[in-house]
């Protein structure tokens, strides 16, 4: 197992999933490739790894990465602001002969007014370039996050995500002349993508999942100033589980605590009051409640809930997945906790 360094932190083990999505984007592009997973996986910051160190060094590639999760999207106008940057901000509405630059295509300053002004459709402007400029080089659209689309309109009431989606499927499937990978954590959202039959045909779709015992047991041996043992581990995966983001707050808040089964618990106390919390202000039926207790005491039980054998669940599935207490896997049909934290507190239950 390899341990590497991203921004000043530990990035581990994920080198069957960087070759993956490098032999994934050496060819030829058919379909959007989905990428999801449950909450605090890393999806965001592996695809971010592979941008920076992999693709941008790679001159046979242009690369076009936005996270809408960092972008204020309320309107089309703001969309279409997010994919476009000036290549410079002085006297940008004046300078007829300026272009605008989205790394894989740049657009005359007089066109971008056009589409700005709905006079031209700015996803017909943008498969043009595409097109283009796929006689040179390899083109991959990374979206983060594209769910933040769902609710917005765009001129004569076609919404924004529907459009989006078949410009994507342009894109991939009928020109192939882009790669295209959208990332999402939910998974609610990716069910009605998977159960919609023009979209399943056009799509393929990757797990990023949380961490095995060995990567994590490997990584804490590693970091020999914790002073880790083995019964430390093997506790700390049991409370935590593969999940990164859990551990490092543990190690984060580690010297305010006397003992390391006192600083678990605790965490599991968190995630249990953050469950209860949620059932008090959710307003939520006995019955739901007590479908939720089912849900939860079969992942106990199982390591997941079966989707397809019980039938009338989804709905109280969806709702604590909203909420990323439970993570709802729309290919395998199953759900679980989102993490091991959330299956401890279950526990609990």
């Known amino acids: 197992m390899l341990i590497k360094e991203f921004r000043g932190v530990d990035f581990i083990n994920r080198d069957r999933e960087i070759e993956f999505f490098l032999n994934y984007f050496k060819q030829n592009p058919e379909r959007i490739l989905w990428v999801y997973g449950p909450k605090s996986t890393g999806k965001t910051t592996l695809i971010e790894y592979i941008i920076e160190n992999n693709l941008l060094k790679d001159k046979s590639y242009n690369v076009k990465y936005i996270s809408l999760r960092r972008k204020m999207i309320a309107n089309y106008d703001n969309f279409i602001d997010a994919f476009i940057k000036p290549e410079s901000e002085h006297n940008f509405f004046k300078d007829v002969k300026l ?3 989205l790394k894989f295509i740049k657009i005359d300053s007089k066109l971008y007014e056009r589409i700005k002004q709905k006079e031209y459709d700015f996803f ?9 400029l796929s006689k040179s080089k390899k083109n991959i659209l990374i979206i983060d996050e594209i769910q933040t ?24 499937k009928e020109l192939h002349v882009s790669h295209v990978l959208i ?5 609610i959202f990716l069910s009605e993508i998977y159960n919609n039959a023009k979209m ?13 015992y060995e990567d994590i047991k490997t990584w804490l041996i590693s970091k020999k100033d914790l002073g880790f043992r083995g019964e430390d581990i093997e506790l700390i995966y049991e409370y935590l589980g593969g999940s990164m983001a859990h551990i490092k707050k543990l190690l984060d808040f580690r010297k305010e605590h006397d003992s390391l089964q006192e600083q678990l618990e605790e965490m599991v106390e968190i995630a249990e009051n953050e469950i209860d919390f949620f059932i008090q202000t959710s307003k939520l039926s ?11 005491k079969q992942i106990i039980e199982n390591g997941y809930f079966n989707n397809k054998r019980y039938k009338g669940y989804i709905d109280i599935v969806s709702k ?14 199953i759900t679980t906790a989102n993490n091991r934290i959330y299956e401890k507190a279950f526990e609990r239950l």
């Open 286 to 296: 006995r019955e739901d409640i007590d479908k939720f207790k089912f849900v939860a």
């Open 183 to 187: 990332l999402t954590s939910n998974t």
């Open 149 to 172: 689309l769902k609710e917005i309109y765009m001129d004569g009431g076609k919404l924004l995500l529907n459009e989006f989606l078949n410009f994507c499927i342009s894109l991939t």
């Open 200 to 212: 399943k045909v056009t799509s393929d779709f990757k797990l990023i999942d949380h961490l095995g």
């Open 124 to 132: 017909e402007a943008m498969e043009d370039q595409f097109w283009d």
């Open 320 to 333: 604590f997945t909203e909420v990323e207490i439970l993570f709802f896997d729309p290919i395998k049909n």
């Open 99 to 101: 272009t605008v630059d």
